[in-house]
């Protein structure tokens, strides 16, 4: 990682921290924050609830490239690209009101981008002197990938028997930061079997095996296409903590 890319990421946090700061507040007491920052009240404090959700979600799409920059270029460059938009917003066409906003994201902007230009300019040049292709770090993974059996993936499903039923909350406050975490692992962590840790979405769930198989006609191709049939592994899991009957419950497959 260059010296450059190192700064980059910390402009980059910098940002997200700053989104943070701003937008959870305000998802749970819109005025009370605007208040707090001596913005104007909103008369409609549903829809300032709203944007900073969004601003919180869009948020996390910029963490891989807080990470490594030249690894995930996209996300690099959407988080420095996506400040303006919302300083003309707020210095411009909506003049007048909330003009905090539209400071925050152009004093980022003004922060983010030359660090990004530097950090694109400095990027690590394949090595000609090697034998071989050359290879791009920018495109090593962090684990190698060299796939797992069937029967690997069962033996390590199916291994261990639990003393009691276990029982996880999933997302919450508390576990926000283990989320980011685990998120920025998981684009990086490509093996199929990983050491043991809580699921933080759909925690509880359960898993099955059998045969995928296909009898019908389909307009897919590949293992969505008639006749194709192979072994699998499923997990059927359940969205939120209420686990028991007679709660409404989301379910998912994976």
């Given at each position: 990682m260059t010296r450059s890319a190192i700064w980059f990421g910390r402009a980059m946090w910098l940002g997200i921290?700053?989104?943070w700061a701003l937008g959870i507040p305000a998802i749970v007491d819109p005025n009370w924050t605007l208040h707090l920052l001596r913005q104007p009240q909103s008369p409609n404090p549903q829809w300032v609830a709203f944007a900073a959700m969004l601003v919180i979600m869009l948020s996390f799409f910029y963490i891989p490239g807080a990470f490594d920059p030249y690894r995930y270029s996209v996300s690099a460059w959407l988080g420095v690209l996506a400040r303006p938009p919302g300083s003309l917003f707020f210095l411009w066409l909506y003049l007048g009101q909330y003009p905090i906003f539209g400071l925050?994201?152009?004093g980022l902007f003004l922060i983010q981008f030359p660090l990004?230009?530097?950090?694109m300019r400095a990027a690590p040049r394949p090595d000609i002197t090697?034998?071989?292709?050359p290879v791009d770090p920018r495109k090593q993974d962090v684990?190698?990938?060299?796939?797992?059996?069937f029967a690997e993936v069962r033996e390590a499903v199916f291994s261990g028997v639990y003393a009691q039923l276990p029982f996880h909350r999933g997302l919450g406050l508390a576990t926000?930061?283990?989320f980011i975490n685990a998120s920025a692992r998981n684009l990086a962590d490509k093996r199929d079997i990983r050491?043991?840790?809580?699921?933080?979405?759909?925690?509880?769930?359960?898993?099955?095996?059998?045969?995928w198989r296909i009898d019908q006609d389909s307009p897919y191709t590949g293992y969505f296409a008639k006749g194709s049939e192979g072994l699998v592994i499923a997990r059927l899991s359940v969205a939120g903590p209420q686990l028991t009957h007679g709660h409404r419950?989301?379910?998912g497959i994976a």
């Open positions: 921290l700053i989104d925050v994201d152009l990004l230009v530097l950090t090697a034998i071989g292709p684990f190698e990938y060299d796939g797992s059996t926000m930061l283990q050491p043991c840790y809580d699921k933080l979405i759909h925690a509880n769930g359960i898993c099955y095996t059998g045969v419950r989301a379910f």
